[in-house]
Nanobody, 124 residues
């Protein structure tokens, strides 16, 4: 059983900051990419930021320079520091991870795991 648990969402005024956290737990062999997606009302889910195990990062153009993704591989945790928040950043934010599990010593599978989502609301 693999689980991603998010925390850190909430209500903030425009220009403010929030920090999201997402911790992976369970029978995990290793974790490849970890990232954050968001879905605003009436819109499709979109990638916000991602980070490889080596630390390579990727950002949506709309958040570059404002958001920073980081991960602590020892803690199996990914963070999203969000600064200079705008009302258009309002959305449910979902953690995603590509998790390698090994049910037997010679068997490996990749799970596309998702967190339950955390709501970020930015007021104008």
């Amino acid at each position: 059983q693999v689980q991603l648990v998010e925390s850190g969402g909430g209500l903030v005024q425009a220009g403010g900051s929030l920090r999201l956290s997402c911790a992976a737990s369970g029978r995990i062999f290793s974790i490849n990419s970890m990232g954050w997606y968001r879905q605003a009302p009436g819109k499709q889910r979109e990638l916000v930021a991602s980070a490889t195990v080596s630390g390579r990062t990727n950002y949506a153009d709309s958040v570059k320079g404002r958001f920073t993704i980081s991960r602590d591989n020892a803690k199996r945790t990914v963070y999203l520091q969000m600064n200079s928040l705008k009302p258009e950043d309002t959305a449910i934010y979902y953690c995603n991870a590509q998790i390698i599990v090994s049910p037997t010593p010679t068997t490996f599978h990749t799970l596309d795991a998702w967190g339950q989502g955390t709501l970020v609301t930015v007021s104008s």
